[in-house]
């Protein structure tokens, strides 16, 4: 049963630290969507790949957020420096280009920045 | 740029009662809608989509929603509920052209079905 997998589950880290998070899409989709889902702004689209090209970042605050896809198995969400506002759960998602947005959530990363 | 509303933030149903879900959405042109489902400390899961054709949509686990473009809806139903229904669903739209994959997402009904 493929499956988005996300690393790690669960992170506490302090202000002004360095967060990676990974995602690895399932094995043939070539779309990646990272989003974060917070109480206060619901799940907002932080960014989207398609065949490893950013496609849409605008959701993503530049100055402290980066995110690629180092390969076809692997994206990265990256914040430096963290700032407590940050905490959230983040999500990654994949999906194949050929069925419209039927995306496949991994089970996310809860980041909590003290 | 598109919107998605979820007028209820929780729907409370008996078990083995039908459930609606509400969504209205706008956008420019015409839409792809979804239904996503989301169970505690887990990603969204996909429900059923709308794409084109029969205005009835059916999906995973005996939901279904309907289009209606008149009235720019996409409610989620089903006709027996389970308490295994439980979770949060979330409505989103993107426009069939511009935009490319970017969807955006209501901000969920909790639904809650009891014994």
């Known amino acids: 049963d493929a499956r988005v997998t996300q690393t790690p589950r669960h992170k506490v880290t302090e202000m002004g630290q360095e967060v990676t998070m990974r995602c690895q899409p399932i094995?043939?989709?070539?779309?990646v969507f990272w989003y974060r889902q917070t109480m206060m702004q619901g799940l907002e689209l932080l960014a989207y790949?398609?065949?490893?090209?950013?496609?849409?970042d605008s959701g993503m605050p530049k100055d402290r957020f980066s995110a690629e896809m180092p390969d076809a198995t692997l994206a990265t969400l990256k914040i430096q420096p963290s700032e407590p506002r940050d905490s959230a759960v983040y999500f990654c998602?994949?999906?194949?280009?050929?069925?419209?947005?039927?995306?496949?959530f991994g089970p996310g990363t809860r980041l909590t920045v003290l | 740029a598109q919107s998605v509303a979820q007028p209820e933030d929780q729907v409370n149903v008996a078990e083995g009662n039908p459930l609606t879900v509400k969504c209205t959405y706008s956008?420019?042109?015409?839409?792809?809608l979804f239904w996503y489902v989301q169970y505690p400390n887990r990603g969204l899961q996909f429900l059923l989509k709308?794409?084109?054709?029969?205005?009835l949509v059916k999906g995973s686990y005996g939901f279904e929603a309907e289009f209606n473009k008149s009235q720019t809806s996409f409610h989620l139903k089903k006709p027996s509920a389970l308490v295994s229904d439980s979770a949060l669903y979330f409505c989103?739209?993107?426009?069939?052209?511009?935009?490319?994959?970017?969807?955006?997402f209501g901000t969920g009904t909790q639904l809650k079905v009891e014994l």
């Open positions: 956008v420019s042109g015409n839409p792809y």
């Open positions: 989103a739209v993107r426009p069939i052209t511009g935009g490319g994959n970017k969807l955006t």
């Open positions: 094995l043939g989709h070539n779309t």
């Open positions: 790949f398609r065949n490893r090209a950013p496609l849409d």
């Open positions: 998602a994949s999906g194949p280009s050929d069925r419209v947005n039927e995306q496949f």
């Open positions: 709308y794409i084109t054709g029969d205005n």
